[in-house]
């Protein structure tokens, strides 16, 4: 099996966390492949730079993702997941769709631990596209940025665990959900230090694109899913061009 795990943004330090993670979650036979955005945010920051970052993420797909048998979206935002999901003909994952449905089966009342207090209502929105309003008991903010929280490894997790200890005490959540691409493996290196379970989203991408791949479900033909037409595009270059514009079967005579 091999799953490509697309890192929207630019950061080196950031790829290298999410590739640590996501080798030690795969399975035995498993092999990952790492690819970042070629432009874009260093660390996405904002809804202007999460959109820049969803046509990187395309293009990443679209020039990397020939023979793999899963795609999993390695940014908190699950950005272009929807876009990918459609265009791509093997199964797409979000990190954070993957962490949030994974944490249902453990609890009722999910907390939420992220690293950008600016992006909070953009995760709770998140939360509530997914249907979970009624689950998210919490929202706890790590008050480091990104980038330092991705080599300030230590630092990183004693504030994670103080954040996620405050929404177990006050919001009485049942299952803390580490938010973000700097807290992946966290979700391993904390599990005995706190009251209740915890997960990331790479873990979870990993080990639920595994789990997709081997239930053998086909990609559908009608439907919002379907792959795409897409007509006439302009100046997208050649890769993400023919991810795109690829015939559908039902243009096949």
Same mark, same amino acid.
């Given at each position: 099996m091999k799953i490509l795990v697309v890192n929207g943004n630019t950061s080196d330090e950031v790829t290298a966390v999410l590739r640590a993670e996501a080798e030690a979650s795969a399975s035995? /036979?498993?092999?990952i492949v790492v690819v970042k955005g070629r432009f874009g945010a260093h660390v996405i /920051?904002?809804?202007?730079?999460?959109? #820049?970052?969803q046509h990187a993420v395309l293009d990443a797909v679209a020039r990397q993702g020939a023979g793999m048998d899963a795609i999993l979206i390695a940014v908190s935002l699950d950005t272009a997941l929807d876009a990918v999901r459609e265009a791509a003909e093997v199964p797409v994952v979000g990190m954070t769709e993957a962490s949030l449905l994974t944490a249902c089966m453990l609890g009722d009342r999910l907390g939420l631990v992220s690293?950008?207090?600016?992006?909070?209502?953009? +995760?709770?929105?998140?939360? $509530?596209? +997914?249907g979970l309003r009624d689950?998210?008991?919490? #929202?706890? #903010? $790590?008050? =480091?940025?990104?980038a330092v929280a991705a080599v300030a490894r230590d630092a990183c997790e004693t504030s994670l665990l103080r954040a996620a200890q405050v929404l177990v005490e006050r919001d009485r959540v049942e299952v803390v959900v580490a938010v973000g691409a $700097?807290?992946? /493996? =966290?979700g391993r290196s904390l599990k005995d230090a706190l009251p209740v379970p915890i997960v990331d989203g790479v873990a979870c991408g990993i080990l639920q694109a595994e789990l997709l791949v081997r239930l053998g479900a086909r990609k559908p033909t009608v439907g919002s899913y379907a792959l795409p037409l897409v007509r006439n595009p302009v100046d997208l270059g050649d890769a993400l061009s023919g991810f795109l514009c690829r015939k559908r079967p039902a243009? #096949?005579?």
């Open positions: 035995n /036979g498993t092999e /920051g904002s809804r202007s730079e999460n959109a #820049i970052a690293f950008d207090r600016r992006l909070a209502p953009v +995760y709770e929105a998140l939360v $509530v596209s +997914y689950r998210l008991a919490g #929202i706890e #903010i $790590v008050e =480091m940025a990104p $700097v807290a992946a /493996g =966290m243009d #096949i005579s």
